[in-house]
């Protein structure tokens, strides 16, 4: 009897039976933090379906001179009516809807051609051909680049 007596009060005995009640609480208690989490309702974001028919293709000259020969800078800019050549006023080049990066809403990376020394020399041939073209240097009209040419229509189909 006397011995359980010490024993129950001995410091050491409590301490090796709170072990492992201790190990316990502490093993239930991470979990709590590495549990994964499901949620009631998941939300996914997803790019907005844009107009271009070169979305998801090559952004490329033949398709920007696609795009140019049916640009009508007479008709409000849009998705689908822009001149592929013209910059913002930050310098950036658009993307197959006319979007720019940082400014517009739905803007996406396009897909670019290859490059090479070669293939941009060509490039040059053409742009300086292009430029000869009255519409290219256009300017002031509906269908060029305003910092609110989005507001009429809306948020991106």
Not at 20 to 29: E, G, I, R
Not at 119 to 146: A, C, F, R, T
Request: glycine share 8%; proline share 10%.
């Amino acid at each position: 009897l006397r011995a359980a007596r010490r024993r129950a009060a001995s410091p050491s005995t409590a301490h090796h039976d709170l072990i492992p009640t201790t190990m316990l609480a502490l093993c239930v208690a991470s979990a709590a933090f590495t549990a994964p989490v499901s949620p009631g309702m998941q939300m996914r974001v997803s790019a907005p379906q844009m107009m271009s028919k070169f979305n998801g293709g090559v952004w490329g000259m033949e398709q920007k001179l696609e795009v140019f020969k049916a640009w009508n800078p007479e008709s409000a800019r849009d998705y689908d009516n822009f001149n592929p050549f013209e910059r913002n006023d930050e310098g950036s080049m658009c993307d197959t809807n006319g979007c720019f990066p940082g400014q517009s809403r739905g803007y996406s990376i396009p897909i670019r051609p290859d490059a090479s020394w070669a293939i941009m020399q060509e490039e040059n041939k053409v742009m300086d051909e292009l430029k000869k073209d009255p519409k290219y240097n256009l300017s002031g009209k509906p269908g060029n680049w305003s910092p609110s040419w989005q507001a009429a229509l809306g948020a991106p189909p």
